[in-house]
C-alpha cells in the first residue's frame, strides 16, 4: 500500500471519529459533574440541523458551527431545569431529550431536505500539507478536527490543572461535600451540562457540515449514544476518550477494507464488530479496579437538592 | 384569557370548515417506511403522492404516514387508514407484506396495493415493483467506458434479491463494454445511514475504485465522489445539485404514472388486483440527464435505454455464467421471473462473497 | 436573579401523587395547544386527536393494548433493575434474543404441533431473554464492568444476529430470498382474547400477571427489602448480610427474562415471523415508561397504557390534522417532560426565590 493510501484510509478514520470525540469530550466534563445526560443524540441531532440551517442562510459554514454550539447549549437547558432545580430523575429526563431533540430537529429541517450544503473546507497549510504520510494528516484537515484536538487537551488541563476543574471534580464525587464547602454545587452542574450540549452540538455540526454536507432526518444515527459509551469506556479521562474514538473509528473503517478486500466473513459480524471490541477493551480496562473506582464520580446520576 | 378563547373559538369554527371541504370522489393513503426527508425512497414515493394531488385536485383526498415501523405499528397503520375512509391504500415497503394482507382481508371495500412484495391473499390486494435492475445495466456499460481503473465500487444495503440483481445487472452492463471489469461490492446493513455510507464509499475509493454506484437511500456516497474526485451514480431520485461535477446519471423511481393511474381506475370502478412488474417501458424507471461524460458514451447508454425500453434488450440474457463457474442461462436463453424474483447468486466478475 | 428552590418534604405528598400526573396533562396540553396553533392547526382539534380519539373506537383500544404490552412487561423488570441500582439500558437487546430463542420451535421444527409448542416457546423467550442479561451482569459482577456500556453495546450485537439469521440459516424457504423466516404455524401464535372486536392478544394478561407478582415481591417480601436496600445502600445491605453481586445477577435476569417474554410474545402475538426489524425502540422506551411509573410495578401499568396512548395520538393527528410524525415526536417529548417535572410536587414543595432588595452582608460561615 503506497503511503497515500495509507493516509487517506487514516483521515476516513480520524472524520468517522471526530463527532463522537467531540460529544464524549462534552458528556465527560457532565459526569464529572455528577449529572448522566443521556439526551447526547438530541443535543447532536439539533447542532447537525442547526448548523446546517445557519450555514445555509448566511452562506457561512462559520456561522453554522456557531449556531450549532449555542443552539446545543440552549437545547440542555430543559435537561438542566428538570434534572437539577427540579431534581427529576437524570436517565429519563435524558432519554426524554433524546426524543425532544429528533422531533424538534425533524420539524426545523423539514425545509432544508434535498440541499445541497455548505461545506467547512479543509484548512491547508501549504508546501507541509504534501509530506508524504503525514502531511494532509497533520496539516490538511477541516477546522473543527483541530478544535477537537485542543478540546481534548483543554478538557485535560482544565479538569487536572485548574482550580475550577477541581471543583468541578469535587461535585461529581461528592456533592453533599462540596456544597458544605460551599461551593454552588447547581451552578457548577448547570455550566457542566451547558458545555456538554455545546460540544454535542458543535459535534453535530461536523456531521452536516463536515462529514456529510447535508441535512436529512436522523442523520446522527446512533452516534450520541456511542459518544456516551465511549465516556464509560474512558473511564473519564480525557485522553483515553480520544483513544477510544480514534479506535472505535479504526474498527468502523476496517470493516468496509475487509469487505472490499473481499474477506468472507458475514457483514453483520463485522458490523459487530466495534461494539465487540468495546466490550472486550471495557473488561480489560475494568479489571484494574482501583483505577476505574478512583475515576468514577461517585455522585454520578444522583440528584442533589440543597437543604436550607 | 379572553385571547385565548377567541382564538380557541377560531380553531373549533375551523374544524368545522375542514369538516365540511371533505367531498372528494375518493381518498388515497400513503404508508411509508422512512422519513419523506429521506430524499430517497420514501422520498420517492411521496413524490407519487405530489403526482396524484395534481392530477385529480379536489377530486382526490390524500393522506400519508411516515416512518412507519414494520411489525405491530405497520398493522395498526393501515388498519387506520382502512378505517379511516381511505378508498385505496399504498403500503410502500416490502415488510408491510403480512400487515397489508391481514388488514384487507377484514375491509374487502378497501383497495390495498403492496410495493415490492408477492403475496396477494384475497382480491383487493395487488402488488407492484418496478424494474431498477434495467437502469443498472445502463450505469454499468456507463461506468466501463467512463472508468480508468476498471474497477467500480457498489455501496449495498441488504442481500435481498432486489439488490443481488441489481449488482448483477451493473456487471453484465459493463462487461458488455469491457469483459474485464470487476466490481468491489461493500455490504453496509442500512438503508440509511448517511455516515455509513459515506465511510464505505471512502474505503471503496481508497481500494482503488473510480466509480461509485449505491443501493442505500442518502446522498453521502454522491458528495464524497465529488470531494475525492471520482465519478458517481445517484440513487433513487436525481442527485445531481450533490455531484455537479460528479453524478454520471441516475435511476429514478418515478411512481407518480402507477399511482395516477391506480387512483383513477378506483374513481372509474375498473381496479382490478394485479401484479405489476414494470420498468422502463411503462416510465416507472427513468434515466437522469447524462453528465460528464464524453458524447459517445452519452450517445451509447441513451441507445442502450431505448434499447430496453422498446424491448429489444433484456439485460439478463445468456449465455451468463454464475460466479462459481456454472452455466446460468445458455446463448440467447432469458431468464425466468421466478429466477430474477428470487436471485441469490453473483455472476462471473463481481469480487464479493454474496453473504449466505 | 429569581430563581427556583426546592424544599423537601417530611413525606410524600398524598395529594401530589394523585393530581401529578392531571397537572402534567394540563401542562402538556396548553404548550401543544400553542404547539397546533403556530402550525396553522386547530388546538382542540389537535387535543382531541391525541387524546380523545384513540380512546373512542373499540378496535383502537385494542390496539392500544397491543402497544402496551412490552413496554410494561420491559419497565417491570427494568424496575427490579433500577430499584436495585443496576443500570440496565439494554433491554432492547434481551427483547430481541427472547424473540430469537422463543421463536426455535415454529421457525426450525415447524413439524412439531400441539398445545405444548406455545407454552415451551414462551419459556424459551423467558431463557433467551435472560441468558442475554447474564452478560453484562457477569462482567459486572465478575470484572466491575460498567453494565450500562455493556448492556447498550449488546443490543446492537442482538440487531444484528437477528438480521443475519433472518436473511441466512433462518431464511424462508419459500419466500423468494427476503429477509424473513416462515410464518409460524397456528399452534405458535399467541391467541387473541376478543377476536370478534379486534387483534390484541393475551399477551396483556401476562403483562398485568407480571406487574402484579413484581409489585407483591417488591412491596412484601424480603427479597423486596433486599432489592431496596441494596440499591440504595450497598454498604448497609452487607452489613445486613445481603450479597451485592447475587443481587446484580438477580436483577438482570428477572429484567432480562421479562423483556425476551415481551419479545417473544410481540413476534408470537402481533407479527406472526421472526423479521429484520421487530422492535421500533421498546427497550429504549420502557426505560421512561418505568421511570414515569415512578419504578412502581402498578404506576408502570398505568405509564405504559399512557406511552402507548401518545403514539396512537400522534398518528391520528397525522391523518386527521395533517401534521408531521416530527410534531408528534415533539409532543411526546413534551409530555414526557411534563410528567417528569410534575412528579417533583410529590417529594417537593416550590419556592420562587426573588432577587433581594439589597446585598446583605452574607454571614460569617
Known amino acids: 500500500m503506497s503511503p497515500d493510501v495509507i493516509q487517506a484510509i487514516l483521515l476516513t478514520v480520524v472524520t468517522a471519529a471526530t463527532p463522537l470525540l467531540i460529544a464524549a469530550m462534552g458528556e465527560l466534563v457532565v459526569e464529572r459533574s455528577g449529572v448522566l445526560n443521556l439526551g447526547v443524540e438530541g443535543m447532536m441531532i439539533i447542532g447537525a440541523v442547526t448548523g446546517f440551517g445557519a450555514a445555509q442562510i448566511t452562506g457561512s459554514p462559520w456561522a453554522g458551527v456557531l449556531a450549532a454550539i449555542i443552539c446545543g447549549a440552549l437545547f440542555s437547558l430543559p435537561f438542566a431545569v428538570l434534572t437539577l432545580s427540579l431534581a427529576t430523575n437524570q436517565v429519563a429526563t435524558g432519554l426524554s431529550l433524546t426524543l425532544l431533540g429528533l422531533g424538534v430537529a425533524g420539524m426545523i429541517g423539514e425545509q432544508f431536505v434535498g440541499l445541497p450544503g455548505v461545506r467547512l473546507e479543509a484548512v491547508n497549510v501549504p508546501f507541509l500539507v504534501d509530506i508524504p504520510l503525514i502531511g494532509r494528516l497533520l496539516f490538511g484537515q477541516d477546522p473543527i478536527f483541530y478544535l477537537s484536538i485542543g478540546l481534548a487537551v483543554g478538557v485535560w488541563w482544565f479538569i487536572f490543572r485548574t482550580r475550577a476543574g477541581l471543583t468541578l471534580r469535587a461535585v461529581g464525587?461528592?456533592?453533599?461535600?462540596?456544597?458544605?464547602?460551599?461551593?454552588?454545587?447547581?451552578?457548577?452542574?448547570?455550566?457542566?451540562?451547558?458545555?456538554?450540549?455545546?460540544?454535542?452540538?458543535?459535534?453535530?455540526?461536523?456531521?452536516?457540515?463536515?462529514?456529510?454536507?447535508?441535512?436529512?432526518?436522523?442523520?446522527?444515527?446512533?452516534?450520541?449514544?456511542?459518544?456516551?459509551?465511549?465516556?464509560?469506556?474512558?473511564?473519564?479521562?480525557?485522553?483515553?476518550?480520544?483513544?477510544?474514538?480514534?479506535?472505535?473509528?479504526?474498527?468502523?473503517?476496517?470493516?468496509?477494507?475487509?469487505?472490499?478486500?473481499?474477506?468472507?466473513?458475514?457483514?453483520?459480524?463485522?458490523?459487530?464488530?466495534?461494539?465487540?471490541?468495546?466490550?472486550?477493551?471495557?473488561?480489560?480496562?475494568?479489571?484494574?479496579?482501583?483505577?476505574?473506582?478512583?475515576?468514577?464520580?461517585?455522585?454520578?446520576?444522583?440528584?442533589?437538592?440543597?437543604?436550607? | 384569557m379572553k385571547k385565548l378563547a377567541t382564538s380557541l373559538l377560531a380553531a373549533a369554527a375551523a374544524v368545522a370548515i375542514t369538516g365540511a371541504a371533505q367531498a372528494a370522489d375518493a381518498k388515497a393513503c400513503f404508508i411509508y417506511v422512512g422519513p419523506i426527508g429521506d430524499y430517497g425512497w420514501s422520498y420517492q414515493h411521496h413524490q407519487g403522492l405530489l403526482d396524484v394531488e395534481k392530477a385529480f385536485g379536489d377530486r382526490v383526498e390524500t393522506a400519508y404516514l411516515e416512518s412507519v415501523?414494520?411489525?405491530?405499528?405497520?398493522?395498526?397503520?393501515?388498519?387506520?387508514?382502512?378505517?379511516?375512509?381511505?378508498?385505496?391504500?399504498?403500503?410502500?415497503?416490502?415488510?408491510?407484506?403480512?400487515a397489508t394482507n391481514k388488514v384487507a382481508a377484514r375491509f374487502p371495500d378497501v383497495k390495498f396495493e403492496h410495493a415490492t412484495g408477492y403475496k396477494r391473499e384475497s382480491p383487493n390486494v395487488a402488488t407492484y415493483n418496478s424494474k431498477f435492475y434495467q437502469g443498472r445495466y445502463v450505469q454499468g456499460q456507463i461506468a466501463a467506458s467512463v472508468s480508468e481503473t476498471g474497477v467500480a465500487g457498489y455501496i449495498a444495503s441488504f442481500p435481498i434479491p432486489e439488490v443481488v440483481r441489481g449488482i448483477n445487472s451493473f456487471i453484465l452492463g459493463a462487461q458488455s463494454v469491457n469483459p474485464d471489469f470487476s466490481l468491489k461490492v461493500v455490504w453496509v446493513n442500512t438503508w440509511f445511514d448517511p455516515g455509513k455510507e459515506?465511510?464505505?464509499?471512502?474505503?471503496?475509493?481508497?481500494?482503488?475504485?473510480d466509480i461509485l454506484t449505491q443501493h442505500t437511500d442518502s446522498t453521502a456516497p454522491m458528495?464524497?465522489?465529488?470531494?475525492?474526485?471520482?465519478?458517481?451514480?445517484?440513487?433513487?431520485?436525481?442527485?445531481?445539485?450533490?455531484?455537479?461535477?460528479?453524478?454520471?446519471?441516475?435511476?429514478?423511481?418515478?411512481?407518480g404514472p402507477y399511482y395516477v393511474e391506480r387512483v383513477q381506475a378506483v374513481l372509474d370502478g375498473t381496479w382490478e388486483s394485479h401484479d405489476v412488474w414494470d420498468g422502463m417501458a411503462e416510465g416507472h424507471v427513468a434515466m437522469a440527464?447524462?453528465?460528464?461524460?464524453?458524447?459517445?458514451?452519452?450517445?451509447?447508454?441513451?441507445?442502450?435505454?431505448?434499447?430496453?425500453?422498446?424491448g429489444v434488450l433484456e439485460p439478463f440474457t445468456g449465455p451468463i455464467t454464475k460466479q462459481d463457474g456454472t452455466e446460468w442461462l445458455a446463448e440467447g436463453e432469458t431468464a425466468d421471473i421466478g429466477a430474477l424474483l428470487g436471485m441469490n447468486f453473483y455472476v462471473q466478475g463481481v469480487d464479493d462473497q454474496l453473504p449466505e | 436573579m429569581t430563581r427556583i428552590e426546592l424544599v423537601r418534604r417530611p413525606q410524600h405528598s398524598a395529594l401530589f401523587s394523585v393530581l401529578s400526573p392531571f397537572i402534567a396533562v394540563l401542562i402538556t396540553a396548553l404548550i401543544g395547544g400553542i404547539m397546533f396553533a403556530m402550525l396553522g392547526k386547530s388546538p382542540i382539534g389537535g387535543l382531541h386527536a391525541y387524546f380523545i380519539e384513540p380512546l373512542t373506537e373499540v378496535w383502537s383500544i385494542h390496539e392500544l393494548i397491543i402497544k402496551a404490552t412490552p413496554l410494561i412487561l420491559i419497565a417491570v423488570g427494568l424496575s427490579v433493575c433500577f430499584l436495585s441500582n443496576n443500570w440496565n439500558i439494554g433491554a432492547e437487546g434481551q427483547f430481541i434474543m427472547g424473540a430469537i430463542a422463543g421463536s426455535v420451535m415454529p421457525v426450525l421444527y415447524p413439524g412439531i404441533t400441539g398445545p405444548m409448542v406455545l407454552p415451551l416457546m414462551l419459556v424459551m423467550g423467558m431463557a433467551g431473554g435472560a441468558a442475554w442479561a447474564t452478560v453484562p451482569a457477569f462482567l459486572k459482577a465478575r470484572f466491575g464492568t460498567n453494565e450500562i456500556l455493556s448492556s447498550l453495546m449488546l443490543v446492537y450485537v442482538a440487531e444484528l444476529f437477528l438480521d443475519w439469521l433472518v436473511r441466512g440459516p433462518w431464511r424462508n424457504p419459500e419466500g423468494f430470498n427476503f429477509p424473513e423466516t416462515r410464518s409460524f404455524h397456528a399452534d405458535a401464535i399467541l391467541p387473541e382474547m376478543l377476536s370478534a372486536s379486534g387483534r390484541a392478544h393475551y399477551g396483556f394478561v401476562f403483562a398485568i400477571l407480571a406487574a402484579l407478582i413484581v409489585w407483591f415481591m417488591l412491596s412484601r417480601t424480603l427479597k423486596g427489602y433486599e432489592i431496596r436496600v441494596l440499591g440504595e445502600s450497598p454498604r448497609a445491605g452487607r452489613f445486613a448480610g445481603f450479597s451485592a453481586k447475587r443481587m446484580v445477577f438477580f436483577a438482570f435476569i428477572v429484567s432480562g427474562a421479562l423483556a425476551g417474554l415481551a419479545g417473544i410474545i410481540e413476534v408470537s402475538g402481533?407479527?406472526?415471523?421472526?423479521?429484520?426489524?421487530?422492535?421500533p425502540g421498546y427497550g429504549f422506551t420502557a426505560i421512561i415508561v418505568a421511570f414515569l411509573g415512578r419504578l412502581n410495578p402498578l404506576g408502570i401499568v398505568a405509564a405504559g397504557l399512557i406511552l402507548a396512548l401518545s403514539y396512537l395520538g400522534g398518528e391520528a393527528a397525522q391523518i386527521s390534522l395533517g401534521v408531521s410524525d416530527k410534531v408528534a415526536n415533539v409532543f411526546q417529548g413534551v409530555l414526557l417532560f411534563s410528567v417528569l417535572a410534575c412528579d417533583t410536587l410529590i417529594r417537593y414543595r416550590i419556592r420562587i426565590v426573588r432577587p433581594q432588595p439589597a446585598a446583605a452582608p452574607e454571614p460569617a460561615r
Not at chain 1, 178 to 193: C, F, Q, S, T
Not at chain 2, 198 to 209: E, P
Open chain 1, 173 to 308: 464525587d461528592s456533592h453533599g461535600s462540596a456544597h458544605a464547602l460551599g461551593i454552588n454545587v447547581l451552578r457548577v452542574r448547570y455550566l457542566a451540562v451547558m458545555f456538554g450540549g455545546a460540544c454535542a452540538g458543535l459535534a453535530g455540526a461536523h456531521l452536516s457540515l463536515v462529514y456529510i454536507p447535508q441535512w436529512v432526518e436522523n442523520m446522527t444515527a446512533g452516534r450520541g449514544w456511542i459518544a456516551l459509551a465511549l465516556v464509560v469506556f474512558a473511564s473519564w479521562l480525557p485522553l483515553r476518550v480520544v483513544i477510544g474514538a480514534y479506535l472505535f473509528g479504526a474498527v468502523t473503517i476496517a470493516q468496509f477494507h475487509a469487505q472490499a478486500q473481499g474477506v468472507a466473513i458475514p457483514s453483520q459480524l463485522l458490523s459487530a464488530l466495534p461494539y465487540l471490541a468495546t466490550i472486550v477493551v471495557l473488561v480489560l480496562i475494568s479489571s484494574n479496579r482501583r483505577m476505574t473506582m478512583r475515576n468514577t464520580p461517585a455522585s454520578l446520576g444522583k440528584p442533589f437538592v440543597p437543604d436550607r
Open chain 2, 69 to 98: 415501523a414494520e411489525g405491530a405499528d405497520a398493522e395498526r397503520a393501515i388498519e387506520r387508514f382502512a378505517r379511516s375512509g381511505c378508498d385505496i391504500i399504498f403500503t410502500t415497503s416490502f415488510g408491510y407484506m403480512d
Open chain 2, 198 to 209: 459515506a465511510d464505505a464509499a471512502k474505503a471503496l475509493i481508497d481500494q482503488g475504485v
Open chain 2, 223 to 255: 458528495q464524497v465522489a465529488e470531494e475525492r474526485g471520482i465519478k458517481a451514480f445517484g440513487q433513487a431520485s436525481d442527485m445531481y445539485a450533490f455531484g455537479e461535477q460528479t453524478q454520471l446519471t441516475s435511476i429514478i423511481d418515478d411512481w
Open chain 2, 289 to 310: 440527464p447524462y453528465w460528464n461524460m464524453p458524447y459517445e458514451v452519452a450517445a451509447m447508454a441513451k441507445k442502450t435505454a431505448t434499447a430496453i425500453t422498446v
Open chain 3, 270 to 279: 402481533a407479527i406472526g415471523q421472526l423479521r429484520p426489524a421487530i422492535s
